[in-house]
């Protein structure tokens, strides 16, 4: 059976030293994309292949410094624009001026990858009100208020196309995290929502649910650095921690011509690790107190 031949992860947030087209260089050729939290972690390897393909892109978060080390470092690497700006995504005036002045700084904006979010471990009868409220309202409200200003400003008029960054979490019930898998699952529904209701718009809306994805600051987190990282790879169908650049290619197939009749759909990139995954509140706080 034939296997994708894997790019060499680089470290941390930097850009890779090669990478491995699956689809044309020019695909996004003249396109402008707003990646949200794309500074940093999944939705910096994003911002990296979707300039790779051609793709003009704003990245936003509420660390001004991060995004302009991050667009230093993109632009470098790939010769194309990034726009760093600073914005909070819980706060919608400032969505909204963001919105406009990616617009106004390229004259378009073509997607919306929504990738901003906050996770950690915690047992339901630990997680305090605030701690659940501040998650919904990085993801969920954060999501709801990007898209929206997204479509007002740009998208009613001339179309587009929006990735929400999900997860698995709410499929079958996740020991601690009632909060992330809560807030995934509603943007989950928000996605089904909005594609039905703005298709007529020429507006497509998908998710894209990664698995545990390796080099990642959520995933050191949830474990992945933990004496038990091994178990946890075993448990995973295809035996191993995914790669950003994986994800990063996912996205690009559901922003590209090749999906354009897909919509309000969820694609799940996590070798099968929902499937199989252990979900034992025993085994997840042996991984809590290992990767504090």
């Not at 939290?37 to 410094?65: D, V």
């Not at 499929?171 to 995290?177: E, I, L």
């Not at 009632?178 to 996605?191: E, N, P, R, V």
Request: aromatic share 8%; proline share 3%; charged share 20%.
């Amino acid at each position: 059976m034939a296997t994708r031949n894997l790019n060499i992860e680089a470290n941390g947030d930097d850009c890779l030293e090669d990478y491995n087209y699956v689809f044309k260089p020019d695909l996004l050729k003249d396109k402008v994309a707003f990646i949200t939290g794309g500074g940093s972690g999944i939705g910096f390897r994003i911002t990296e292949i979707f300039m790779r393909h051609g793709c003009k892109t704003a990245i936003a978060s509420r660390k001004i410094e991060r995004v302009k080390e991050a667009a230093d470092k993109l632009t470098a690497a790939t010769g194309v624009e990034c726009f760093p700006l600073q914005m909070d995504v819980r706060n919608p005036a400032e969505v909204d001026q963001t919105v406009k002045n990616i617009v106004s700084h390229f004259g378009k904006l073509d997607i919306l990858v929504n990738n901003a979010a906050g996770n950690f471990l915690c047992p339901a009868e630990s997680l305090s009100a605030n701690a659940f409220k501040t998650v919904m309202e990085i993801d969920t409200n954060g999501t709801f208020n990007v898209t929206k200003s997204v479509f007002d400003n740009y998208f009613k008029e001339n179309g587009g196309s929006v990735v929400n960054i999900t997860a698995t979490l709410g499929y079958k019930g996740t020991v601690m995290q009632t909060h992330a898998g809560c807030a995934k699952a509603a943007i989950d529904t928000m996605t089904k929502h909005l594609a039905a209701e703005w298709g007529q718009y020429g507006v497509r809306i998908n998710g894209i649910a990664p698995g545990p994805i390796g080099g990642t600051v959520g995933m050191a987190k949830l474990g992945g650095k933990s004496d038990k990282a091994e178990m946890m790879k075993k448990s995973i169908p295809l035996q191993r921690w995914g790669q950003k650049t994986e994800i990063a290619d996912s996205v690009l197939y559901l922003v590209s011509p090749a999906a354009s009749y897909v919509t309000g759909t969820v694609l799940v990139a996590d070798g099968g690790s929902w499937l199989t995954s252990f979900n034992d509140p025993t085994m997840m706080h042996m991984l809590m107190k290992s990767s504090m």
